[in-house]
């Protein structure tokens, strides 16, 4: 697994191998903001999941998440809060997909 300092970082590296696809979480689906789909969780699978913790709290942090679709071929990424900031929604979407930091 590679390192990366910040959570910029790990998005640009990803990037540069094709995880350009932004993905946000509705109704328990996973949802491509450039194919205004909702796509249901169990056809993704993670390959990578980072965790970046705050400078002065390792609570203030976030979670970038690598995801593919296993057919279609989209890839891209999902972020969540860690902590007291992590989006409830996104955090049971990644449970399901039997993930969990």
Known sequence: MKHFDTLIDAINHYKSEGYNSEFL??????VCREVPS?????????????RFEGDS?????????????????????????????????????MILLGRKL
């Open 25 to 30: 979480v509705e109704n328990k689906s996973l």
């Open 38 to 50: 909702l796509f249901p969780v169990d056809e993704f699978e993670v390959d990578s999941i980072y």
């Open 57 to 93: 709290d390792p609570t203030d942090g976030s979670i970038m998440y690598a995801i593919r679709h296993k057919t279609n071929g989209i890839k891209g990424l999902l972020s969540n809060g860690y902590g007291i900031y992590a989006d409830q929604d996104v955090s049971d979407v």
